[in-house]
């Protein structure tokens, strides 16, 4: 899956790493962010998906990477029990 980087930077910053990533499929959108309040903290990533996850951490990501790949399993959990759910009915 390809994501994309959606980060946006301050004309000060002069390192532009990316922070922040985007990931779309249909009308689900997932972005995961190191927030700006976390630095300094181990696990600043946080994860955001209407309408499960709202500024969720991802506690076991410390880089892009582990962030990208934990988001995915979360998000994925969820469609799988909306789909169940639906065909419980």
Known sequence: MEW???SSYSQQ???HIPHTFEIRRGQ???SISKHIAY????HPWVLHCV???NTYHLNTAKTADEAKD???VLIRGQINRAHLD????
């Not at 630095?39 to 181990?42: P, T």
């Not at 639906?86 to 009915?89: I, L, S, V």
């Open 51 to 53: 309408p499960w996850y």
């Open 70 to 72: 934990a988001a995915l």
């Open 13 to 15: 910053d002069r390192n």
């Open 28 to 30: 689900i959108r997932v």
């Open 4 to 6: 994309k980087d959606i």
């Open 86 to 89: 639906f065909n419980e009915g």
């Open 39 to 42: 630095r300094g903290n181990e």
